[in-house]
């Protein structure tokens, strides 16, 4: 959007009107520009899984190897 506003003639709420852009997105946006993607879920630990279910789900990988990550994550 920078780019467009930089070399145009047209206000910079005009074209986020013509992309249908919310003025408030494209403020939030251009606050984190450049910041480091910070989330607040929580963060998956080695512990979480026994010895055990690791060696289970790298079996049943070695056993199904066509199918793919998503379906072996939902079994």
Do not use: V
Not at 25 to 32: D, E
Not at 39 to 56: C, F, S, T, V, Y
């Amino acid at each position: 959007m920078k780019y467009w506003i930089e070399r145009s003639d047209i206000p910079c709420k005009d074209l986020l009107k013509w992309a249908k852009l919310p003025n408030s997105k494209y403020h939030t946006w251009l606050k984190r520009y450049g910041k480091i993607n910070e989330h607040n879920g929580k963060i998956p630990r080695d512990w979480w899984l026994e010895d055990w279910e690791k060696q289970a789900i790298l079996d049943f990988h070695d056993k199904h190897p066509l199918e793919g990550y998503r379906r072996l994550t939902w079994r």
